[in-house]
T-cell receptor, first 111, second 112 residues
Framework: EADIYQTPRYLVIGTGKKITLECSQTMGHDKMYWYQQDPGMELHLIHYSYGVNSTEKGDLSSESTVSRIRTEHFPLTLESARPSHTSQYLC??????????FGPGTRLTVL | QKEVEQNSGPLSVPEGAIASLNCTYSDRGSQSFFWYRQYSGKSPELIMFIYSNGDKEDGRFTAQLNKASQYVSLLIRDSQPSDSATYLCAVKGTSGTYKYIFGTGTRLKVLA
């Protein structure tokens, strides 16, 4: 069973606030990913990581940043939240060529 | 042309029928192919993966891969109302990239 966790599950916050979305996995996977998905729309890759101290921007331009200091942890930070950041954020991980496992997601609303 | 293309649907089938979902991809060097199911408001969950040409069966699900024609399909036999969801096709590209390219998904409705 996939063990990948995201917190918080839901977040409502005001414009201009700094937020960090947490993602942790206990499977020892070397690769981790952040996706953004609006309701009924496609997944957009915003960041990914090959391993510790390795991060890359994805296909969707994002004002967020990520870090990978430990294998199991891949937090995403928004320095100044805006209403346009309102979306669902999904974290995923995998090993090698195998399938990605997804966390439950964080639904973010910026007022 | 998108890298991974799916018909957005909705695809409506009666309960008990076979649902056929299709996906085409542009990168001829793609190595791994995945089908995910996503219920509304939930995260994607893996249904099947396939790496080699041909068919792969798992219960009511069959994945079919044709690398020469660059398509992968998912058949759902004896469709149930609980199968109603969006089905995402994902493709792992050529070696040198760790990105997985997702299609936009096909919404399936199984009518009771």
């Amino acid at each position: 069973e996939a063990d990948i966790y995201q917190t918080p599950r839901y977040l409502v916050i005001g414009t201009g606030k700094k937020i960090t979305l947490e993602c942790s996995q206990t499977m020892g996977h070397d690769k981790m990913y952040w996706y953004q998905q609006d309701p009924g729309m496609e997944l957009h890759l915003i960041h990914y990581s090959y391993g510790v101290n390795s991060t890359e921007k994805g296909d969707l331009s994002s004002e967020s940043t990520v870090s990978r200091i430990r294998t199991e942890h891949f937090p995403l930070t928004l320095e100044s939240a805006r209403p346009s950041h309102t979306s669902q954020y999904l974290c995923a991980s995998n090993e090698g060529l195998a399938e990605q496992f997804f966390g439950p997601g964080t639904r973010l609303t910026v007022l | 042309q998108k890298e991974v293309e799916q018909n957005s649907g909705p695809l409506s089938v009666p309960e008990g029928a076979i649902a056929s979902l299709n996906c085409t991809y542009s990168d001829r060097g793609s190595q791994s192919f995945f089908w995910y199911r996503q219920y509304s408001g939930k995260s994607p969950e893996l249904i099947m993966f396939i790496y080699s040409n041909g068919d792969k069966e798992d219960g009511r699900f069959t994945a079919q891969l044709n690398k020469a024609s660059q398509y992968v399909s998912l058949l759902i036999r004896d469709s149930q109302p609980s199968d109603s969801a969006t089905y995402l096709c994902a493709v792992k590209g050529t070696s040198g990239t760790y990105k997985y390219i997702f299609g936009t998904g096909t919404r399936l409705k199984v009518l009771a």
